[in-house]
């Protein structure tokens, strides 16, 4: 783990000045945006070479604050826009903040394509297993029985396991993380960025405004505490029984290997086809 700079030093450097905060009191956005910010100052990145992709949900506010270049477009599309930003300019670092509405309903169809071509592209999808920023509706990630806006007698569908979805599709880094380990969470994100291919990095960043309010879970205090007991280490859970990791979820790498990168693979092809560039 590298040596953790002053909040206030990361702020200075990667943060926008005078950008008014939109989200709740509470929300855990703020600790998403820090840990990307750290991974990126930790691994050297000149911050003129990272491009931010967003769509719409709470998570694409974190474009405003950041001080990369971003590209801010229609919902569900913002993987999309990272596919066609890389594939144009391959030098760049492309990470696509999504959420879990964003990436897994409307933008599902890109996601998984995305991560069948191994496009190298970092995708947060950050889950709080509501639609946060429309009045709380059902989401693909909301668990069955869960109350919302729109299941007001618990959800009557099952729920994604976005991990689970993303190594059917062929992403090739997949990890999972939460906002209560934050500076572990900061570490996975620099793994992904450093890996060659698509990376996959589920963060449950709790919302206390809808979600918590209708499964009563307290403020956003209590909720992001019960992330501690929700969330066990892959090196821990291999001493546990399976009663014992009953209802628990695995943070941290979950796959990681390597294959043919879609950005290499298209530009051989454009050379068989004869094509030049010129800049």
């Known amino acids: 783990m590298a040596p953790v700079k002053p909040l206030r030093e990361i702020r200075e450097k990667y943060f926008e000045k005078g950008v008014t905060i939109g989200w709740c009191p509470g929300c855990s956005l703020g600790i998403i945006g820090s840990a990307v910010a750290r991974a990126v100052d930790d691994l050297g990145i000149n911050p003129d070479k990272v491009a931010i992709m967003t769509g719409i949900g709470c998570n694409s506010m974190l474009g405003a604050h950041l001080r990369f270049n971003e590209l801010h477009g229609a919902h569900g599309r913002a993987v999309a826009m990272g596919t066609g930003l890389k594939a144009a300019r391959p030098d760049l670092t492309v990470i696509v903040f999504s959420g879990d509405g964003d990436g897994l309903g409307i933008g599902g169809n890109?996601?998984?394509?995305?991560?069948?071509?191994?496009?190298?592209?970092?995708?947060?999808?950050?889950?709080?297993?509501i639609y946060g920023n429309t009045g709380g509706q059902m989401a693909p990630t909301t668990c069955f029985g869960d109350y919302t806006s729109t299941s007001p007698y618990g959800s009557p569908e099952n729920s994604f396991d976005a991990c689970r979805l993303m190594e059917a599709a062929g992403a090739t880094f997949i990890a999972r993380g939460c906002t209560y380990y934050a500076l572990e969470l900061k570490d996975l994100i620099a793994k992904a960025i450093s890996h060659r291919?698509?990376?996959?990095?589920?963060?449950?960043?709790?919302?206390?405004?809808?979600?918590?309010?209708?499964?009563?879970?307290?403020?956003?205090?209590?909720?992001?505490?019960?992330?501690?007991?929700?969330?066990?280490?892959?090196?821990?859970?291999?001493?546990?029984?399976?009663?014992?990791?009953?209802?628990?979820?695995?943070?941290?790498?979950?796959?990681?290997?390597?294959?043919?990168?879609?950005?290499?693979e298209y530009r051989k092809v454009r050379e068989k086809a004869g094509y030049r560039e010129e800049r």
Request: with cysteine; charged share 25%.
């Open 110 to 129: 890109h996601m998984i394509h995305a991560a069948r071509r191994n496009i190298d592209l970092t995708v947060i999808l950050i889950n709080n297993q």
């Open 197 to 264: 291919g698509f990376s996959f990095v589920e963060v449950d960043s709790p919302c206390p405004t809808h979600y918590g309010k209708f499964q009563k879970l307290g403020g956003a205090v209590e909720m992001i505490r019960r992330q501690k007991d929700k969330y066990i280490s892959i090196a821990a859970a291999k001493n546990k029984s399976s009663e014992e990791l009953a209802g628990k979820l695995l943070r941290g790498v979950l796959v990681e290997k390597e294959a043919p990168e879609f950005t290499e």
